[in-house]
């Protein structure tokens, strides 16, 4: 991994585990303010599940904004705020990052392994989405900080709308100002 890549340093946000979601506690962190609407990053390398995420997520949010990385290096580079994606105006930080697991070169495991090693300064949740069928994934990924793991649905409706439950959950009616879980 690039070197340049680990040295983004923020306060931490305390979290609970809750089973298999880490639920943070207090207020959290105030949404940039330049601008209106919240972001959400995809990182997911095949494209046709890419565009149906991006697609069930705006459904489910009006106003989302949502961008994807189509892989594990290119969702680093968008995090860390690296060419081309330096200009936070253009490419704010996310309010939610959905993580595919199963990536070639930079895989989910190594995304959540450089958030975690970023002490604080991706103050987001990270929801694992994957169709991985080794049970020790899921735990594997919340030791790692993941905020919740779902394996993906076979089934085109099943994913979009397990896609948009994630979405409703963790920002839909002020759950980004808590950077909690509505419900």
Known sequence: MARGLRKLHLKLVPVRRSGFV??????????????????????EDAQDQAL??????????????VRVAGDGREGLAYMAGTPPFQDRRSHPLPDLILLDLMMPDIDGFAV??????????I???????????HAEHGQRCMDLGASAFHRKPTEVETLGAMVREIVETWMGSGAIAG???VG
Do not use: M
């Not at 987001?124 to 991985?132: A, G, Y």
């Open 112 to 121: 959540l392994e450089w958030i975690r090693d970023q002490g604080g300064a």
């Open 22 to 43: 880490h639920e943070p506690l207090g207020n959290g962190s105030p949404i940039d303010s330049f601008k209106n609407d919240p972001t959400l990053l995809v990182i």
């Open 123 to 133: 103050r987001c949740p990270v929801v694992v989405l994957t169709s991985s069928e």
């Open 52 to 65: 149906l995420i991006r697609v069930a997520a705006r459904r489910s949010l009006p106003g989302l904004d």
């Open 179 to 181: 950077l909690r879980p």
